[in-house]
């Protein structure tokens, strides 16, 4: 499969869409199997950071 989340730390059983253009990167969706099942929609604009750390901003806010 070749999925950008394929490799994530993310939840395996979250449901999500990553877009990207220069300077902005965007994952949204959804994990059914959090303790209360969470949607989401995150975007980031001008900030200088790579796909790991986005990754990991998400999961702090997921397990908020």
Do not use: R, W
């Not at 059983?13 to 059914?32: E, F, N, Q």
């Not at 949607?39 to 702090?60: C, P, R, T």
């Amino acid at each position: 499969q070749n999925s950008t989340l394929a490799k994530s730390i993310l939840p395996k059983d979250m449901k999500a869409k990553t877009g990207s253009m220069t300077g902005i990167y965007c994952l949204c969706g959804y994990v059914p199997s959090s303790p209360t099942p969470a949607a989401f929609v995150y975007l980031a604009h001008g900030i200088d950071a790579d796909k790991s750390q986005m990754e990991q901003n998400v999961l702090k806010l997921l397990s908020s």
